[in-house]
């Protein structure tokens, strides 16, 4: 059988893709998530900015309705690894860790992306306990605190920005003496009063307790270890986007991507290659959120239920 609709990735994208796609009319609907699904958003200890969602919520406890809301109007679920997508005829093909092969006239991928870790010691064992990648996410939560954001590179100082409109301090440390960022960001940073450049400086150490992060060590050029008392730790050192699967084997990506390995898509999530649709924190421009993702997941939804209806109808 061939499915109407393959849904890569069952985070809020491909969720809401499942939702939007059987409740709209597609009978063949199946979504290949790897893990439990509910994306990377159950990592987090609290969402305080999902609309409508106003008591204390983890992560977690946000996404636990989301698949069984799908499953009510027919969504498939197979636990698998993609391993690759291609495309001939009008046919995609679903290539799966189990060395089986789904065949589907339409994809809606939404693989997320991995935001990379910075390597100080306790980075991992207080990620999301005062070590954060999403200014936009957790920043909220050190209102009127000081914080320390780690990295050089334009999201790094964007970030900055962003966290010294909430915090009262931002220390902004970089493991050089000048930034990549574009210089424009580089003046903006410099003439803000509250952001402290701490440059050639490395991260070592972050550390606290039971409650949460308490500072961060950081090596000076000259091996002095200066303590940044702080309760927050955002580290900005790049982002890996989950891309492998749209990787032909000649070594090509299956649509056109950006330098940085993101899915260019247009506002209707549509991608280089008819059919295919990217969606959520991979797709070029992502505000890499709950919300975005899945709204772009409904978008897609909507669109690749068209695009089967007039392939299959034409
Ligand atoms: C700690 C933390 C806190 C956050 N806090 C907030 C917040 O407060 N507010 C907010 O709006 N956002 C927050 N975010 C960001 C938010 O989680 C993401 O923007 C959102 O989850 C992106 O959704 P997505 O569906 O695009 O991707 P993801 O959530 O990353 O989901 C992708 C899914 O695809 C699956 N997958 C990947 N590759 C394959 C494959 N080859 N085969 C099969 N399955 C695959 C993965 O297992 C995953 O389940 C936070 C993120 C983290 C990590």
């Known amino acids: 059988m061939i499915l109407d609709c393959a849904i890569i990735g069952g985070g809020p994208a491909g969720l809401t893709a499942g939702l939007y796609t059987t409740r709209g009319g597609l009978e063949n609907v199946t979504m290949f998530e790897r893990g439990m699904p509910g994306g990377q958003i159950t990592q987090s200890s609290e969402i305080e900015n999902y609309p409508g969602v106003t008591g204390e919520i983890t992560g977690m406890e946000l996404m636990i309705p989301w698949p069984a809301q799908c499953q009510k109007f027919g969504l498939k679920h197979d636990m698998v690894e993609v391993t690759r997508v291609t495309k001939e005829d009008n046919i995609f093909k679903i290539y799966k860790a189990d060395d089986t092969i789904s065949e589907a006239y339409s994809v809606i991928i939404g693989t997320g992306s991995s935001p990379r870790r910075a390597g100080f010691v306790g980075e991992d064992q207080y990620f999301g306990r005062g070590v954060s990648t ?4 957790d920043g909220f939560f050190y209102k009127g605190k000081e914080v320390a954001v780690v990295g050089g590179g334009d999201t790094a100082l964007e970030e900055a920005l962003y966290l010294a409109k909430i915090c009262k301090k931002v220390y902004l440390i970089h493991r050089r003496d000048s930034f990549r960022a574009s210089p424009n960001t580089v003046a903006r940073v410099k003439r803000t009063e509250n952001i402290e450049l701490i440059l050639n400086a490395i991260p070592q150490e ?72 990217a969606t959520g924190d991979m797709r070029i421009a992502a505000p890499k959120q709950v919300v975005s993702a899945a709204g772009d997941g409904a978008v897609a939804a909507l669109q690749a239920i068209a695009y089967v209806d007039e392939l299959l109808n034409a």
């Open 134 to 137: 999403c200014a936009t996410c």
């Open 206 to 277: 972050v550390y606290g307790d039971n409650m949460g992060v308490n500072g961060l060590k950081v090596t000076m050029q000259d091996g002095e270890i200066r303590d940044i008392v702080v309760p927050g730790v955002f580290t900005f050192v790049g982002n890996n986007v989950n891309n492998q699967t749209l990787i032909q084997e000649d070594g090509s990506f299956l649509c056109n991507m950006t330098k940085s390995g993101e899915v260019i898509v247009d506002i209707s999530m549509k991608t280089s290659i008819a059919g295919l649709f």
